[in-house]
């Protein structure tokens, strides 16, 4: 008797709805939503789980192709979208190098232009500028004091008798002697230019021994020394 009473006591307490809430499970199958396989699960409440569907030889390999063709067309659009983007490139590159190259061109006509304004600027003021002088204008002859045009002897001045110009001296009074017995030539003109300016040379670094007017005058001496050849070949005329 106590075992059926309690039997029944727990049937009452199970299906009481106070107490609990009863679950029942019912299984199903059908195709999911996406139309790619089917799907298993139960009407009980909780979420199914999908099961993929293998398909038939067939179907894969229809699947198959078209995703390849898929593939070939993404792959075709890339390459035409590159292929255009290749060929922009190509023809801004074109389009610099015709810019550049007129640019250079116009720059090269510019300069070209200058120098030639340049150059005509400088021959009108070569045309305004008066005919430079002759060195024998510039430079007087030595007095008769100083050189003997006839003989050829010569007064050297105190700032020139030193040892160190002994060598030109003689070079200058044996061309001054030729000159004077022959006429000027072209050697001794140049034998007693080239003396007279290694004497300058030389006494140009002795200026403090001499002082600004010694120095002055010793210049003046050897620039018409220098000359004496064309002041002879003017006389001659």
Known sequence: MRSLCFLLGCA???FSADSCTAQWYQ????YNNYGTGYAYGS???????????PGTPYSNAVRAQADLTRAQGVAAENAAEAALAVEKARSQYLDNQVKFLTMRREYKATIEARREQRKEEAQARAAA???PKPDTQLYPRLAYDQLDPLTGDIAWPE????DEYAQDRSLVEAALST????GPDDRSS???????HRMMTTRSRRVIELGSEGYASCRRFLNSLAIEGDH??????
């Open 43 to 53: 009407s009980g409440g909780y979420g199914g789980v999908y099961y993929g569907d």
């Open 179 to 182: 000159q004077g017995e022959f």
């Open 159 to 162: 700032c020139l008798q030193d």
């Open 12 to 14: 009452m307490f199970t």
């Open 190 to 196: 140049q034998i007693i230019y080239d003396a007279a």
């Open 232 to 237: 002879a070949r003017e006389a001659q005329r």
């Open 27 to 30: 299984p199903w199958y059908g």
């Open 129 to 131: 500028r008066p005919a």
